[in-house]
T-cell receptor, first 113, second 114 residues
Framework: QKEVEQNSGPLSVPEGAIASLNCTYS??????FFWYRQYSGKSPELIMS????GDKEDGRFTAQLNKASQYVSLLIRDSQPSDSATYLC?????????????FGQGTELSVKP | DAMVIQNPRYQVTQFGKPVTLSCSQT?????MYWYQQKSSQAPKLLFH???????NEADTPDNFQSRRPNTSFCFLDIRSPGLGDTAMYLC?????????????FGQGTRLTVV
């Protein structure tokens, strides 16, 4: 079982729609959860972080965390063609030695005009 | 304003010829990570430092070594690159374990082994 799992996609949504991206993780002691956006050939860019159960909203982005189900999601409202990228879910167990930030394989999102 | 800087951006090296990639940061973060990312794959953690303490991943080949001479700099040494080491190498930093663990990435070094 992979530590962090995502559907690889591609996920295709029309412009203006809601894109829903999902992630599950295996280690119950994980404390911090992140969504990164990665454009082709570029490095990952942090777009959302979430640490406690529930929803966290930032502009068009909403992250949702359910620790009991070991599930993290990202909703993108009013999707734009510029949102087309690979979205990486990352999990950090925290603790000593800086923790360990582990990534899922990413979900490719395509927003069609 | 660049906070995590990797050099070079692109590197071509011959099979078996040692290569060093560098990373510097102005964030004064305790933790520095090195990841390998191959095409269409997740970033794979190679190792990380918490201050000077080195943490190697169990499946990182011995061919990969790292040095962190001070807080600001970290190096990735590939002693004898193979064709399979062609990848993007990503450096990231984060604050100490008492913090949230958000990691910030450099631009990456795209390594091609020929």
């Amino acid at each position: 079982q992979k530590e962090v799992e995502q559907n690889s996609g591609p996920l295709s949504v029309p412009e203006g729609a809601i894109a829903s991206l999902n992630c599950t993780y295996s280690d119950r002691v994980s404390q911090s959860f992140f969504w990164y956006r990665q454009y082709s050939g570029k490095s990952p860019e942090l777009i959302m972080s979430i640490y406690s159960n529930g929803d966290k909203e930032d502009g068009r982005f909403t992250a949702q965390l359910n620790k009991a189900s070991q599930y993290v999601s990202l909703l993108i409202r009013d999707s734009q063609p510029s949102d087309s990228a690979t979205y990486l879910c990352a999990v950090n167990r925290g603790g000593n030695q800086g923790g360990k930030l582990i990534f899922g394989q990413g979900t490719e999102l395509s927003v069609k005009p | 304003d660049a906070m995590v800087i990797q050099n070079p951006r692109y590197q071509v090296t011959q099979f078996g010829k040692p290569v060093t990639l560098s990373c510097s940061q102005t964030l004064n973060h305790n933790v520095m990570y090195w990841y390998q990312q191959k095409s269409s794959q997740a970033p794979k953690l190679l190792f990380h430092y918490y201050d000077k303490d080195f943490n190697n991943e169990a499946d990182t080949p011995d061919n990969f070594q790292s040095r962190r001479p001070n807080t600001s700099f970290c190096f990735l040494d590939i002693r004898s690159p193979g064709l399979g080491d062609t990848a993007m190498y990503l450096c990231a930093t984060s604050r100490d374990p008492g913090g949230p663990g958000e990691a910030f990435f450099g631009q990456g070094t795209r390594l091609t082994v020929v």
